[in-house]
């Protein structure tokens, strides 16, 4: 079986929208994959504004933007098919941009409405991958181990470093995953402020103080001792994170949440004793953070070519879609908590 598929992610960090042009076969009960064509395509200052607001609108707004935002996903994958000159596509899977995550109270919502992509495409797509595990009683994330689990599995573990770090691994049998801590949705704000749109290479953060009593604050969270499956959101970072970085410059708080940061990647590799894992998302290009991880664990950290570092999560949405559309388990209740493995999307 050979699939060629267009996976897209928007992550909370806004960096862009992720475009990923993928084919996939299933050959002697193994899957493997080839990313054909792959872009970021950073979003106009307007779109960024319209999502970074989104929490905020009343509902009758947040409806228009979802509707609006599936369009404008359409629309640039209708670009995206034109400029590649791509004729065979299976299907498009679409990620979305999440707005609302609070799986304690049964939602998530990852706004994009799939079937205004289907409309401009006329091409099956597979949208809202997260709803139904949180209805199931799951956190609704991670998803992506299910990509690790088929094909990744050469790793003791995956580690993503996007707006969350979150890492997946293979325990007593099964795949577990969790959210870590905030990375790039805390560093970019503050990037933000002094008129960066991120900390490149982390330099910033280098050369900043680090607050030990706000450093240790951070650590004493409650989230960081929980047991996994455990995932945050941008209401957790905005009730927990912001509050306690007030009254510091931006350069000390990059710096200060880069050693909390690195200290909790750190912390979980040194826990399960991992041999080497592997890195993607954009975080991996920060490379103070990555040295003050390496400071912390004698874990080997895999760094792949590019195209891996900053398309695994759009290449594993794409996978899920074929997934679903085949009616395989794409979300694995170990990784997630929800009462069973399942296959997850709407289909339009």
């Known amino acids: 079986m050979t699939f060629h598929t267009i996976g897209l992610m928007s992550g909370t960090s806004l960096d862009g929208l992720d475009i990923c042009f993928a084919k996939f076969q299933h050959l002697n009960s193994e899957w493997n994959y080839s990313i054909l064509h792959a872009e970021t395509l950073p979003y106009p200052s307007d779109w960024a504004e319209k999502l970074n607001s989104a929490i905020h609108l009343k509902p009758d707004e947040l409806l228009a933007l979802n509707a609006d935002y599936g369009f404008y996903l359409g629309q640039k994958v209708k670009e995206f098919i034109s400029k590649n000159s791509l004729t065979e596509i ?45 209805l199931m009683g799951g956190n609704g994330a991670p998803l992506v181990p299910i990509g690790d689990e088929l094909l990744f599995s050469e ?62 604050s951070l650590n004493s969270l409650e989230f960081y001792s929980a047991k996994h499956p455990k995932s945050l959101g941008i209401e957790w970072v905005n009730k927990n994170i912001i509050p306690l970085l007030e009254n510091e410059t931006p350069e000390n708080i990059l710096a200060t949440f880069t050693e909390h940061a690195s200290g909790q990647i750190a912390q979980v590799f040194n826990q399960y004793q991992f041999k080497n894992v592997l890195f993607t998302g954009g975080g991996t290009y920060n490379t103070y953070l990555i040295e003050r991880i ?3 664990s004698s874990t080997e950290i895999k760094i792949p070519a590019p195209e891996l570092i900053d398309f695994k999560e759009a290449l594993i949405f794409a996978f899920m879609g074929v997934l679903r559309m085949n009616n395989e388990i794409n979300v694995l209740c170990s990784a997630t908590g929800s009462t069973a493995d399942h296959s997850s999307g709407l289909i339009v």
């Not at 049964?106 to 992509?117: C, E, H, S």
């Not at 996007?162 to 995953?177: C, P």
């Open 90 to 134: 299976d299907l498009i899977a679409s990620h979305g941009h999440t707005v609302f995550h609070q799986p304690q109270r049964k939602f998530t919502l990852q706004i994009g409405d799939g079937r205004a992509i289907k409309i401009l495409n006329n091409i099956p797509t597979v949208y809202d991958f997260r709803s139904q595990d949180v």
């Open 155 to 216: 790793f003791d573990a995956c580690l993503n470093i996007g707006g969350f770090s979150n890492i997946s691994t293979k325990q007593e049998g099964k795949r577990i995953a969790f959210d870590i801590c905030p990375v790039n949705i805390v560093l970019n704000k503050y990037a933000t402020v002094l008129g960066k749109n991120y900390d490149e290479n982390g330099n910033i953060a280098r050369n900043g103080q680090v607050n030990e009593k706000i450093l240790a």
């Open 294 to 296: 390496k400071t912390k």
